[in-house]
């Protein structure tokens, strides 16, 4: 007679992380699969290249591509170089942890209710709404993601770090320039991934800032699903996803250069 | 005869005091380090060692005080333009650079003489140079082989044990050349093996390259045994600077005797000169120049008190074996003398509940002028049989008006301590505890920072909460000259010649206290109310 085992259910560690991970099959992989199909069919569901060909060839979209990495660009340099002297200093208050709170509060507000609410100021200025305007929105929307992990980091180095420099003679410039600034790698990756990549697939800042006449990819994506064209649409979709993956690695390989850093939480 | 004094000292400390949130953390301290020497700064933890070391590094700015660099007044000077190098107490090696990048830290960033011209003015002009790369090569692989760790200039700093961390922190202060190295507790992390090598090799490599090196350490036998000059720190204060036999066979108090090595304490009375009682016997001491009938502290280490047969004729005092240890080379064996419990080795075992006798040498005798006899406090009269004392209202005994100036005096057996502190009148802190033969002597801190003796059957635990209460008719009230001055106090380095102590007091501008005898060099260590005056303006 054949023994039947039944495995007993037993209410492990391992089953808190399913229903995650049934989320992740619905909504990211599943979704994931149906773009890379979609890549591929025409609009009578028939297997094709032209939306491959569609996309490549036509000098709008790698327009639209270069718009969006190079407002990606110049975001993410303004945030750094605007966040950087605020994390630093406010590593150094006592006080400082309250401060970034600050800098945290308006996104407890909807994004599209402080793009709107910017873009009526600038209306009201009678600021003339383009590429400018476009980047200010994008600074100001994501600068908070570039100082909290800085802020971290910094927070986090061990002061005898500075103190063993300036023992060996360093001045002060030379204590922020060989220490702290080495030091704060790993916070300043966390902050360009966590700038850069929403900034490329961003859409509605761009549109409502600039009344639509810049045109970004991640609006341009948008765009092709509303227009029904699901395959052009699914094919831009990968190519930002391409995007994001070599821009994440390129980062993860920077910063396992400074692995020995403790990592920031972000 | 000043300027002879200060080319051969390298680091002098002239009344130097730190005050963080209101408290000294350094209160006072004056010391000279002379060129060459091996110095130890030593106590328990927050005795103000580190903050010392600090405030000579630069880290740390004095409140009060200067601090001399051979001859030169460096108080002010930040810590990258001051020539000496620090190895911290967890290495601080930088986490982004290999062995080799942390040891040339220092030398990329040193400039050094490099000939002279002359200027358009016709004045001569001093040029610099930073090194050459090979320079810094050559200069960081001597390092490198200094410690015994050729091979790893690539190796990264986290991939190194503990030990080899040391050593990369000491090559990378040695290899600036400085003409003083300090050391932070630099031995704490390592294991005890490895902390005894590290030792040798420390005191190999003073021996070798001639530089000033000042040590911190928590750890007497460390100091005693690497140390040219020992500097015992207490609660912020100097207690002594001696060599290290010094310190052992005549600590200037109780408490460096309790610190440094085992011992015995017990209270007793100079009877006159050469004559001390304590144990309810007489004994024949080498010490003169007490009051007659003074109050002492006698302090007997164990290998000097020697157990003889219950019968011997040479036996002092009599005593009963109350318990025998074996510790390897020897037997630890407590005996009990006249209620006063001694401590004594021994190379025999002794039966538990025998009798015995004990002897001592007339010189092993360490006697000592007590702390303080009384706890004073200058106060006011508050109310109707009230004093003030510490903040809070005590009852008393008194007919005195209210505002009327006071002393109030309280004996160590008076001040009575308790398990929860609402128990008691006011709350405080147990700074020590120290056994005397039959009774503990604890040292109670007020939240004011006054400080309270008080004499307890039970052995208080250091850092514990406690409260204190005083019975009424126990406080003893005296009246109070309000103009009265404040005596200043001095700690004396032992380690000095008469012909240097002369010229110090001269640079001080203070009147030379005469001195009987060795003992009367010594300050006493209870911080006085003085506290309380000023302490509000100094507030950062």
Known sequence: MKKIVLKKFRLTKKVFSFPYILFLLLFVIVPLVLILVNAFLDGDNRFTFDNFKTFFTSPASTIVLGNSLLVGVITTAVCLILGYPVAYILSKMSSGRLIVLLYVLPMFINFLIRTLATKAIFIAMNVELGMGTVLFGMVYNYLPFMIMPLHTTISSIDKSYYEAAQDLGADKATVFLKTTLPLSVSGIISGITMVFIPTISSFAISQLLSNGKIFLFGDSIQLSFEQNLYGVGSIMSLVMLAFVLVSNLIMNKFNSNSDNVRRSLW | ?540
Request: with cysteine.
């Open chain 2, 1 to 540: 005869m000043v300027q002879k004094v200060s080319v051969d000292n390298i680091i002098e400390l002239r009344n130097v005091s730190k005050i963080y949130d209101g408290k000294y953390a350094v209160k006072n301290a004056s010391l000279t380090i002379k060129r060459g020497e091996f110095v130890t700064l030593l106590g328990p933890s927050g005795c103000g060692k580190s903050t010392t070391l600090r405030m000579i590094a630069g880290f740390e700015m004095p409140t009060e005080g200067q601090i001399i660099f051979n001859g030169k007044d460096i108080t002010n000077t930040p810590p990258h333009e001051r020539p000496l190098n620090t190895v911290f107490q967890r290495y601080a090696l930088f986490p982004h650079l290999n062995v080799f990048g942390n040891i040339a830290f220092g030398l990329k960033l040193k400039v050094i003489p490099n000939g002279t011209k002359v200027n358009r003015k016709g004045e001569t002009v001093q040029l610099f140079r930073k090194f050459t790369k090979e320079e810094i090569k050559k200069k960081v692989n001597d390092a490198l082989k200094m410690v015994d760790l050729e091979d790893y200039g690539h190796r990264n700093v986290a991939s190194l044990s503990g030990g080899q961390q040391q050593r990369v922190a000491i090559a990378r202060a040695l290899v600036n050349e400085p003409e003083v190295l300090l050391l932070d507790e630099p031995l704490g992390a390592l294991d005890l093996k490895m902390r005894k090598d590290m030792q040798l090799e420390l005191m190999d490599m003073h021996k070798r390259l001639g530089i000033t090196f000042i040590y911190v350490t928590h750890d007497q036998e460390e100091a005693l045994t690497m140390s040219d000059k020992i500097i015992v720190m207490r609660l912020g204060e100097i207690q002594q600077i001696a060599t290290p036999e010094k310190i052992y066979d005549e600590p200037a108090n109780a408490f460096v005797a309790d610190f440094i090595g085992e011992s015995t304490i017990l209270s007793g009375t100079m009877l006159d000169d050469y004559k001390v009682e304590f144990c309810d016997t007489v004994f024949e001491c080498v010490d003169s120049g007490f009051k007659k009938n003074e109050p002492i502290d006698v302090i007997i280490r164990p290998e000097d008190l020697k157990i003889l047969p219950k019968d011997d004729p040479n036996s002092l005092l009599s005593a009963e074996v109350l318990s025998s240890v074996f510790k390897g080379d020897h037997f630890q064996v407590m005996t009990l003398a006249a209620g006063n419990e001694l401590m004594a080795y021994s190379n025999e075992n002794c039966a538990v509940g025998s009798t015995v006798g004990l002897y001592i040498k007339p010189f092993d005798l360490h006697i000592m002028h007590k702390t303080r006899l009384i706890n004073e406090i200058d106060t006011y009269i508050t109310g109707e049989n009230l004093v003030e004392i510490c903040g809070t209202d005590f009852d008393c005994v008194t007919t005195l008006p209210e505002g009327t100036p006071v002393k109030v005096s309280v004996d160590f057996d008076d001040v009575e301590i308790t398990d929860d502190e609402e128990d008691g009148t006011i709350g405080a802190t147990v700074l020590s505890s120290i056994y005397k033969g039959s009774y503990y002597q604890a040292i109670l801190s007020t939240d004011d920072h006054y400080i309270f003796f008080a004499d307890t059957d039970d052995d208080w635990l250091k850092g514990d909460r406690v409260g204190i209460k005083i019975a009424p008719e126990k406080i003893l009230i005296e009246v109070r000259d309000e103009n009265a001055k404040e005596e200043q106090k001095t700690v004396i380095d032992e380690t000095l010649t008469e012909e240097e102590r002369a010229a110090i007091r001269e640079e001080q501008k203070t009147p030379a206290p005469e001195f009987d005898s060795d003992e009367e060099l010594i300050e006493e260590y209870g911080v006085d109310g003085e506290y309380e005056t000023d302490e509000k303006e100094d507030e950062e």
